[in-house]
């Protein structure tokens, strides 16, 4: 079953960070993401620099930027 037809429904981002190196990095990041209101999910992979979030609606921008800079990274934009 497939809610393509409904207007809500989970909004998928791809955002590029630069600084993250290992797993670690990859988990400070989620963790600090995750924490923003609305977010279900966090996939970090730092060979790329992409982070994936799944979140209930489209996320503002400078929250995502906020967290990704207190993990200590830096929030590139999105892909």
């Known amino acids: 079953?497939?809610?393509?037809?409904?207007t809500q429904?989970?909004?998928?981002?791809v955002?590029?960070?630069t600084g993250m190196t290992c797993a670690h990095c990859e988990g400070a990041v989620?963790?600090?993401i995750s924490?923003?209101?609305g977010v279900g999910s966090v996939t970090a992979v730092a060979a790329s620099g992409e982070v994936t979030v799944v979140s209930e609606a489209p996320l503002d921008e400078e929250a995502v930027r906020a967290a990704v800079d207190e993990a200590g990274y830096e929030l590139v934009g999105t892909v």
């Not at 079953?1 to 409904?6: L, R």
């Not at 429904?9 to 981002?13: A, H, R, W």
């Open 30 to 32: 989620s963790e600090e």
């Open 15 to 17: 955002y590029k960070v």
């Open 35 to 37: 924490e923003i209101a």
């Open 1 to 6: 079953m497939s809610a393509q037809s409904d």
């Open 9 to 13: 429904g989970p909004v998928t981002t």
